[in-house]
């Protein structure tokens, strides 16, 4: 009974953490509808600038103050992202911006280093509670008890501050409709900037405040990610007190997990969430979410056309050049290629969900990983030949695809991208902590490609066979029939389901069979390098492709292929100087601020524009915004 | 006090408003008449810079307003309720007046919850109640409150009539005339003709975004084929 | 016309509440065979709630609709299209990214059901189908044009035609010429009730523009708040004494009869 309270108010001191941290994403998705997914560095954040300032700060006070101060350094922080990166790009089609606060993650990332060095800092003891107490018999450690009474005052003071102040009535009513709270004379952008400073600031107070029971590191930023978002969702996107509850739920659990499941503490939180969002589908205390329906913002993507004799020629002569490229005999040119190539097939199977489905994934990551490990047990465990292996491996990422889709689709916006995450994050925590399966942070080795193809060039061949076999053929499905029923789901999901196209269920295919053409990519992977780890499960991963596709444009067909080669080359090419991530992020943040429609989409506007003939002359009276993704909308004369 | 001249504005690529020009004068009441999509909400949203004319200019009290963002717009004191009264359903009706609050404006009427509550009796007794709660015409009723609390120097009201049941749209008449007679100009867009001759002035008929009528109620019933060709009934 | 099997659309009692707000109650009515009924009222009267429910986005809180003489009450949109209803919205909800043509072909793999092909190109397949469709509406200029420029008439004209890709008995138009110059509203709904009687389909429509109403509808039906206050032909409603009340007009403000401007 002792150890039981004990570990519910260690459950209950850890949760301190997770709800300052959590309630700041959902505060500024809620206003902003930014997922920022930097805010996993604005916690990291908090962590280093609050060490350095406890240095500084004697005693007590010092302890607070520092704690105090980090806030709100890490909030002006938020207030400098805010101005700088995210005011130029909030025009920008939806979810576009998730890619700039990726670049800010690698800046800051960087930055970090550069400031505090690589070694991890152990956080400094609070003066005056380094002692324990003893609950019925067992230690508790004052600073724990310390952090379960502030929590519900740092709750009750934003529930005030959101339920019964002028600037709490203003985020609320901007949550709901901005447009109308700037046409009743509010600033929005000082709004904006304000809810950021908010939001950072509570993820630095969440930094500072746990590092008692931790310190900093620079893995903290994404360690921390998919908990907040497991969070935010479990809890309800916006709701304070539905984040709290989540906190105190994740985090108490995690502390049973421990001690009884040691071996399945991280698989633990998404079996809870997936639990919770079976039975809520829009979490504890949360609403249905009818903002960020699936389909696109903005002007509508061109008509599609089959490639004509012109392209294929140039497919077909690139296709020669890549054949022939062993003959430069560079190995290195090699390797990067078969690197390069797998990456676009896995970019490709992304943009067809992304583009073509209007599903945002945050987790394709699980399918690429997915089938990389489907290949690699099967070698490792009953020494499958590769070529089995091979045929397998995309029908298990297609199999985690068919049921993951099948959860994940009930779902609708925000909520189905961050259930897509939360559930690649069970698959990663399932590989990372059954070291006996799946040798864990070991990862799988020596997974070699059949005799035939271990001759120096011929799996480079194989890779571009497959690869860019896989690339056409998701091309191929772009203009087929179902290709087409899949965008018209995506483009009028009502129009569709009037006219008798079942559209979840096309969905749910185009989800699978993204997935296990991720799973190709994987395998692919697995035996170009003869082993592989769990982060390639990772949400980096997933992230990787997010990046390229929106950086190569959703709305082009071959933004994905194009995002997913350049970001390779150039990041083969930056990866050799010190601060890489930094130059990346910074490379990426220009990107997206100088060209909004992507790489393809912007230079085939400036190609339009040299030319000067747009694709058709507007007609007189066409309301174009007329029928954009909100069916629900009362019709607006213009 | 507010001047629209050679107002060109698109929605998307479609060219909604071209040329158009009118002016309002103080004290006035006008009525922007059209059918639907004869480009109406455009504008009034043009003059909201809700959407932005590429042409032209909106000249309010002497400011061009053409080069300010909407909040600007609304703090010069252009009060604006929008034709799908977009409260906020998620909050109380006191706090829906909050989020319109702006302080007190020279030479015009400060409006505060209490004295709304006297105009509008019905949204007093409902006052902790979500904005989900309300009928349309509550609703409606709200929406135009919730503006009057930024003390505007001029009303545009979209279709305040739309979707209203009778009853509801003579009290909103009788509101607008006392409102009229407070000395607050109100540009307000209508498709219910009756409706309009009874609170207004002066009427402004477009179609196509281009102006095809603009004049007193008296000048329009003495040319019916106006009223026939662009009002059909 | 009073026995269910003649009937092609049949309902009973059909009734909608929102958290306790009678949006439609108790509605019944017959449609014939080749009839045009229009269904008119003052916004927010209950005609988009009572569409809803007929083509399945909505499920009543109680009622039946039959469908020749079948009960498809509550049935998904999708399956009630695949019996013979044909729906056109009050806001166009076509495919914007694809062309003309391209939205038409959509609605024909439906109807073939080819959605899960994979071959051939969705740009092959049905292609003089489709024109035949769009000549039809008198759109097949316009056949390769991007659907997002196209002028908002013209969208209505092909959201006409794709309603008819699936061969329907029934067509459910809401207000099918909002939103459009007079010119063209008298066009299109000239071009429906041609299309209806060569084919012999039944149309029910919702209609503001009562010149649209009194010059094609076989019959009316008045619904205000909810219920169903009159049924009959064009001349009866005209004098019916309670339709003048609430809709054509009648109190201080509303003395002529001609409500909206």
Request: proline share 4%; aromatic share 8%; net charge neutral.
């Amino acid at each position: 009974m002792g150890l039981f309270i004990a570990q519910l108010l260690t459950g209950l001191a850890n949760a301190a953490t997770l709800f300052l941290v959590a309630s700041g994403l959902s505060l500024i998705f809620g206003v902003t509808r930014i997922v920022n997914f930097a805010h996993g560095s604005f916690y990291m954040l908090g962590a280093f600038v609050g060490y350095s300032l406890m240095q500084v700060l004697p005693g007590a006070i010092g302890f607070w103050a520092s704690v105090l101060l980090t806030g709100l350094v890490v909030g002006l922080i938020g207030v400098i992202v805010e101005v700088l990166v995210l005011r130029p790009v909030y025009k920008a089609p939806e979810l576009f911006q998730l890619v700039a606060t990726f670049g800010v993650i690698l800046v800051i990332q960087d930055l970090a280093l550069m400031i505090w060095g690589a070694e991890d800092l152990l956080g400094p003891r609070a003066p005056g509670l380094k002692g324990v107490v003893r609950i019925m018999d067992e230690p508790v450690p004052l600073y724990d008890l310390a952090l379960i009474a502030i929590t519900p005052f740092v709750l009750f003071a934003l529930w005030y501050l959101i339920s019964r102040t002028r600037i709490g009535v203003l985020v609320r009513a901007a949550t709901q409709d901005r447009e109308m709270v700037a046409a009743l004379g509010v600033n929005q952008s000082w709004l904006f900037t304000g809810v950021f400073f908010l939001g950072a600031g509570l993820a630095g107070l969440g930094g500072a405040i746990q590092l008692p029971k931790g310190g900093a590191d620079l893995l903290m930023d994404f360690n921390i990610l998919a908990a907040i978002f497991v969070v935010v969702v479990i809890g309800g996107m916006g709701s304070l007190p539905g984040a709290y509850i989540a906190a105190v739920l994740i985090s108490v659990l995690n502390v049973f997990g421990v001690s009884y499941l040691p071996q399945s503490t991280l698989v633990l939180m998404y079996i809870v969430m997936a639990i919770v969002l079976t039975v809520r589908p829009y979490g504890l205390l949360g609403r249905e979410e009818v903002v960020g329906e699936h389909g696109q913002v903005g002007e509508p993507e061109r008509p599609i056309k089959p490639a004509g004799t012109k392209a294929r020629v140039m497919v077909a002569v690139m296709l020669m050049a890549l054949l022939a490229l062993p003959l430069a005999d560079s190995h290195f040119l090699v390797i990067l290629t078969t690197d390069i190539i797998i990456f676009c097939l896995f970019a490709a199977s992304l943009h067809f969900l992304l583009g073509l489905g209007g599903l945002v994934s945050f987790g394709h990551a699980a399918y690429f990983g997915g089938g990389a490990y489907a290949a690699g047990l099967l070698v490792v465990h009953v020494n499958a030949p590769m070529e089995l292996a091979f045929v397998l491996a995309p029908l298990g990422a297609g199999l985690a695809a068919f049921i993951i889709g099948w959860l994940c689709l009930r779902l609708t916006g925000v909520y189905f991208a961050m259930l897509t995450l939360a559930l690649a994050q069970l698959l990663w925590s399932l590989v990372f902590q059954w070291d006996e399966f799946t040798g864990g942070d070991d990862g799988l080795v020596d997974i070699w490609p059949a005799a035939w193809l271990s001759e120096a060039n011929s799996y480079f061949y194989f890779t571009v066979i497959v690869g860019v076999g896989g690339i056409l053929l998701l091309r191929h499905v772009a203009h087929s029939p179902f290709g087409y029923a899949l965008r018209a789901s995506r483009d009028s999901q009502r129009q569709a389901e009037a006219t008798g196209i079942n559209t979840k269920r096309i969905q749910w295919m185009a989800f699978t069979m993204a997935g296990a053409l991720a799973g190709v990519a994987g395998a692919l992977f697995v035996f170009s390098k003869g082993s592989v780890f769990p982060n390639e499960l990772e949400i980096t991963k997933s992230f990787d492709g997010l990046i390229v596709v929106f950086l190569g444009g959703v709305k082009t067909l071959s933004g994905g292929v194009v995002g997913a080669a350049s970001l390779e080359l150039v990041k083969d090419y930056l990866t050799r100087i010190e601060y890489w991530r930094l130059a990346l992020g910074l490379l990426i943040i220009v990107v997206v601020v100088l060209a909004p429609n992507g790489i393809v989409g912007s230079l085939r506007k400036a190609w339009e524009r040299l030319r000067g003939t747009p694709a058709d002359e507007p007609s007189t009276t066409a309301p174009v915004a007329l029928t954009s993704a909100s069916a629900g909308t009362q019709e607006s004369e213009r | 006090m507010l001047e629209l001249s050679g107002v060109n504005s698109f929605y998307g690529k479609a060219h909604i408003l071209r040329d158009l020009g009118f002016s309002i004068n103080a004290g006035e009441v006008v009525s922007l008449l059209g059918r639907n999509g004869a480009g109406k909400t455009t504008t009034v949203k043009s003059i909201m810079q809700l959407v932005k004319p590429e042409k032209g200019s909106v000249i309010f009290d002497g400011v061009e307003l053409t080069r300010l963002p909407t909040h600007r717009v609304a703090k010069l004191g252009i009060g604006y309720v929008p034709e799908e009264r977009r409260i906020f359903t998620d909050l109380t009706i006191s706090e829906n007046l909050e989020v319109g609050r702006q302080p007190p404006r020279p030479g015009v009427y400060s409006w505060t919850q209490q004295t709304l509550f006297d105009l509008f009796p019905n949204l007093a007794e409902r006052r902790s109640n979500r904005g989900k709660a309300l009928s349309g015409g509550e609703q409606q009723m709200l929406s135009i409150a919730r503006t009057l609390m930024g003390n505007p120097r001029l009303l545009l009201l979209d279709e305040p009539s739309e979707g209203i049941a009778p009853v509801i749209v003579e009290q909103m008449a009788h509101t607008i005339l006392k409102l009229k007679a407070e000395g607050l100009p109100v540009l307000l867009s209508e498709q219910n003709l009756h409706f309009a001759r009874m609170v207004s002035d002066r009427a402004i008929i477009i179609e196509g975004g281009l102006k095809k009528f603009d004049g007193t109620f008296a000048e329009l019933e003495a040319q019916p084929e106006i009223r026939d060709a662009y009002l059909s009934v | 016309m009073n026995s269910a099997e003649s009937a092609v659309l049949k309902v009973e009692g059909l009734s909608k509440s929102f958290g306790g707000i009678h949006a439609v109650s108790d509605v019944n009515f017959e449609l014939a065979r080749g009839e045009l009924l229009a269904l008119i009222g003052p916004n927010g009267a209950g005609k988009t709630t009572c569409f809803n429910m007929l083509m399945g986005q909505l499920r009543p809180s109680s009622g039946n609709v039959y469908l020749n003489g079948e009960k498809i009450t509550g049935q998904k949109p999708r399956r009630i299209w695949r019996k013979g209803v044909g729906r056109t919205f009050q806001i166009t909800g076509t495919y914007q990214s694809m062309t003309v043509i391209e939205n038409i072909q959509m609605a024909l793999i439906s109807h073939h059901r080819r959605l899960f092909s994979l071959r051939p190109y969705a740009t092959r397949l049905y292609r003089e189908e489709a024109m035949q469709l769009l000549e039809l509406v008198g759109m097949s200029e316009q056949a390769e044009r991007a659907c997002a420029i196209l002028a908002y008439g013209d969208l209505k004209r092909l959201e006409l035609a794709i309603a008819l890709c699936h061969e329907p008995t029934l067509l459910l138009m809401d207000e099918p010429t909002a939103g459009m110059a007079p010119s063209e509203r008298i066009a299109l709904m000239q071009l429906t009730a041609d299309i209806v009687q060569e084919r012999n389909i039944s149309v029910l429509f919702t209609e503001h523009d009562m010149d649209v109403v009194f010059a094609h509808a076989h019959r009316l039906m008045v619904l205000n708040r909810g219920e169903l206050i009159a049924n009959g032909t064009v001349e009866e409603i005209r004098n019916d004494a309670v339709v003048q009340e609430v809709y054509l007009g009648g109190g201080s403000l509303f003395a002529a009869g001609d409500t909206h401007a």
